[in-house]
């Protein structure tokens, strides 16, 4: 980082020098007037820095991640070596952790982050060592194990921990979702899958929780037979011993701790192509291999317009339907929610975004959550140009103004002026699912778009390259090799307008430029939907993007009883089948009481969905009109949703 601004700094003196010269007294007012606010943004700069330290001292906290209470400043993990057993009958995972560490500088203790953990046992080096497992230090943050030994700068040292999970019958926030065989789609086994993103790794292992610590991983999974259990790393070996099956997966690429990952169950592998799989449960594992056939297609789409994928195998598992998120981008293999498999691959983006995450987050890694956006704005804007490349351009456009519109709605239900609108939320003793919206993936795509529009396509993909070349980064950094990659390629007269995009609150001021004749196309087609001018066959022939933006222009308009009615009866939107569409029209009946919205219609969808994109919405609408059913409801559900999910609700109605 030093060495970055210093060579920044000799380009930038240079090159002024030059415009000097060349334009004389303009030239030279322009030079001091830069400097000047150089100098006032670099005393900005060291204000903050003073005043964190000063805010830090006394705390427990590192002073590089505040949502984790591992000592990260002082030592870091090299390599995972994890092997537990899963127990399906207690509902939770026994068995043991090495971590390979090395001390940043000398150290007498270790401290990592757990939560709801039973220790055992710790040695470090194989030897028994003192530990402290502090319950609840920071209520948001979990537990911390603290283990004491002392180690010498630069020494390399290993720890051993036995310990188990703990059954969590307080529906804690935690990463593992026991599923019963009710809840799955073959009914008769249980299933269990994990979500660390973010702070929920510490739930599953003691562990550096923080997205700066990178590792290697060692996975050794045993589940009762026939069940099969995967991890996030290639398979390396598989055996059976007194009727249990076990696992080990190797993740020779360093990988941070929220990305994790185990799943067990009734399930099957299915190969696409030479290197991309699915796994699904087998009653499901036809349809997903159809509806993902061309993964092979997106992936060197993908490595076309980036760089190779060196990950090796890409695999995908579809989950049950309690699974809270479209994806999660677990190495080697990512999760997906089986509300994309919907027959006809129009949901196959959120598959292309988790594979974009190959690079930009699972590569080049946000250091901490308050910088989450360059995790999920660069893939969001890889995504959209991605959905170009493979779909066309008019589905890209469509793709884009769907993601403007779900920033919007997002700001309105925050609030303009919330410091959860911005792209650098201060995430102090706070759980990061408390801001996670949209806007760090919205927002943070029109950022770059921006930026792109001023310069050039070309140019901006060798800047978005040289950005996933990173290993972690936070915004600082992102805006130093910027002005960098300007300097170096004589781009000049780009306005980064950082302090709007990256500090401001709010809505940015950019939109999406479109073509009149597309967005009038879109217009007629929303006023013929309205006015209940269009044929049912003109309407299903649509793409589901189509009708989602349609849906969304029309959300504009006065929509009232008559409306609904219409959109029930000529156009079977209470019968559709994509849970995009289907919880648009469920919330516009929510707000004008409609009695089909609050019927069995809802209650069908809120039991067989857990992803927060659509049960939220829903949620939230339900919170402000209609608090009566939707605690009813939520009620009868809560046990299938997962613990995210769960909590994500309950603030919604203040329970
Ligand atoms: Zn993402």
């Known amino acids: 980082m030093q060495a970055l601004r210093q060579f920044y700094q000799s380009r930038y003196y240079k090159k002024s020098l030059y415009g000097v010269i060349g334009l004389g007294v303009i030239g030279a007012i322009l030079v001091v007037?830069?400097?000047?606010?150089?100098?006032?943004?670099?005393?900005?700069?060291?204000?903050?820095?003073?005043?964190?330290?000063?805010?830090?001292?006394?705390?427990?906290?590192?002073?590089?991640?505040?949502?984790?209470?591992?000592?990260?400043?002082?030592?870091?993990?090299?390599?995972?070596?994890?092997?537990?057993?899963?127990?399906?009958?207690?509902?939770?995972?026994?068995?043991?952790?090495?971590?390979?560490?090395?001390?940043?500088?000398?150290?007498?203790?270790?401290?990592?982050?757990?939560?709801?953990?039973?220790?055992?046992?710790?040695?470090?080096?194989?030897?028994?060592?003192?530990?402290?497992?502090?319950?609840?230090?920071?209520?948001?943050?979990?537990?911390?194990?603290?283990?004491?030994?002392?180690?010498?700068?630069?020494?390399?040292?290993?720890?051993?921990?036995?310990?188990?999970?703990?059954?969590?019958?307080?529906?804690?926030?935690?990463?593992?979702?026991?599923?019963?065989?009710?809840?799955?789609?073959?009914?008769?086994?249980?299933?269990?899958?994990?979500?660390?993103?973010?702070?929920?790794?510490?739930?599953?292992y003691p562990c550096q929780d923080s997205p700066s610590i990178k590792s290697t991983f060692d996975i050794e999974l045993t589940v009762p037979a026939p069940l099969k259990a995967f991890g996030s790393g290639l398979l390396v070996q598989e055996t059976s011993k007194d009727n249990k099956n076990i696992f080990q997966f190797k993740q020779p690429v360093a990988i941070p701790s929220y990305l994790f990952a185990i799943c067990a169950g009734d399930l099957e592998k299915k190969k696409i192509s030479e290197r991309t799989f699915v796994i699904s449960e087998p009653i499901l594992i036809n349809k997903c291999a159809n509806e993902f056939s061309d993964m092979e297609k997106y992936l060197s789409t993908i490595e076309e317009y980036l760089t190779p994928y060196k990950w090796n195998e890409y695999t995908v598992i579809v989950l049950p339907k309690a699974f809270p998120y479209g994806g999660m981008e677990n190495p080697?293999?990512?999760?997906?929610?089986?509300?994309?498999?919907?027959?006809?691959?129009?949901?196959?983006?959120?598959?292309?975004?988790?594979?974009?995450?190959?690079?930009?987050?699972?590569?080049?890694?946000?250091?901490?959550?308050?910088?989450?956006?360059?995790?999920?704005?660069?893939?969001?804007?890889?995504?959209?140009?991605?959905?170009?490349?493979?779909?066309?351009?008019?589905?890209?456009?469509?793709?884009?103004?769907?993601?403007?519109?779900?920033?919007?709605?997002?700001?309105?239900?925050?609030?303009?002026?919330?410091?959860?609108?911005?792209?650098?939320?201060?995430?102090?003793?706070?759980?990061?699912?408390?801001?996670?919206?949209?806007?760090?993936?919205?927002k943070g795509c029109q950022f770059l778009r921006f930026l792109e529009g001023q310069i050039g396509e070309q140019k901006f993909q060798e800047f978005i390259r040289l950005i996933v070349s990173q290993d972690t980064l936070n915004s600082e950094q992102f805006r130093s090799l910027l002005e960098k990659f300007l300097l170096e390629n004589n781009i000049e007269g780009v306005d980064i307008q950082w302090q709007s995009w990256i500090i401001d609150p709010g809505m940015p001021k950019e939109k999406l430029k479109i073509e009149e004749q597309f967005s009038k196309k879109y217009e007629k087609l929303a006023n013929d939907l309205y006015d209940n001018q269009m044929q049912l066959d003109d309407f299903q022939n649509l793409h589901s993007n189509e009708k989602c933006f349609i849906l969304d222009l029309i959300g504009n308009k006065d929509i009232d009883q008559r409306i609904l009615k219409n959109l029930e009866e000529e156009y079977q939107l209470f019968e559709s089948n994509n849970p995009e569409i289907l919880h648009r029209i469920l919330i516009y009946g929510i707000k004008n009481n409609y009695p089909v919205a609050l019927g069995d219609k809802l209650s069908d969808f809120l039991r067989a969905n857990g992803r927060m994109k659509f049960i939220c919405p829903v949620y939230r609408a339900l919170a402000e009109k209609n608090r009566e059913i939707g605690l009813r409801i939520f009620n009868m559900c809560k046990n299938s949703y997962h613990s995210i999910a769960s909590a994500q609700i309950q603030k919604m109605f203040g329970i």
């Open 332 to 442: 080697n293999l990512t999760f997906l929610s089986p509300s994309l498999v919907v027959g006809d691959k129009s949901e196959t983006a959120v598959l292309i975004h988790e594979m974009i995450h190959s690079w930009s987050g699972n590569s080049m890694t946000c250091q901490n959550w308050e910088c989450f956006w360059l995790n999920e704005g660069i893939t969001t804007f890889i995504e959209n140009k991605m959905v170009g490349k493979i779909f066309g351009k008019d589905q890209q456009t469509l793709h884009g103004l769907l993601g403007d519109n779900s920033l919007q709605k997002s700001i309105n239900n925050f609030g303009a002026e919330h410091t959860y609108t911005t792209l650098s939320p201060k995430l102090d003793q706070q759980n990061p699912d408390d801001c996670f919206s949209v806007i760090p993936y919205q």
């Open 33 to 204: 007037s830069t400097k000047i606010r150089k100098q006032q943004s670099k005393q900005q700069s060291l204000n903050q820095f003073q005043s964190n330290e000063q805010s830090l001292q006394g705390t427990i906290f590192n002073k590089l991640d505040k949502c984790s209470l591992s000592n990260i400043d002082q030592v870091k993990t090299l390599n995972t070596s994890i092997s537990l057993e899963i127990d399906f009958v207690q509902q939770i995972l026994t068995g043991r952790v090495i971590l390979k560490m090395k001390a940043i500088k000398s150290v007498n203790k270790i401290q990592l982050d757990a939560k709801m953990l039973s220790i055992k046992g710790v040695k470090v080096n194989d030897q028994e060592t003192q530990f402290h497992y502090k319950e609840l230090v920071v209520k948001e943050l979990g537990d911390q194990l603290e283990i004491f030994t002392e180690k010498q700068e630069n020494e390399e040292f290993q720890v051993e921990i036995i310990y188990s999970t703990q059954q969590n019958i307080n529906n804690e926030q935690v990463a593992q979702n026991w599923l019963q065989p009710s809840q799955t789609f073959g009914n008769k086994h249980p299933f269990l899958f994990t979500q660390s993103e973010a702070i929920y790794a510490r739930s599953l």
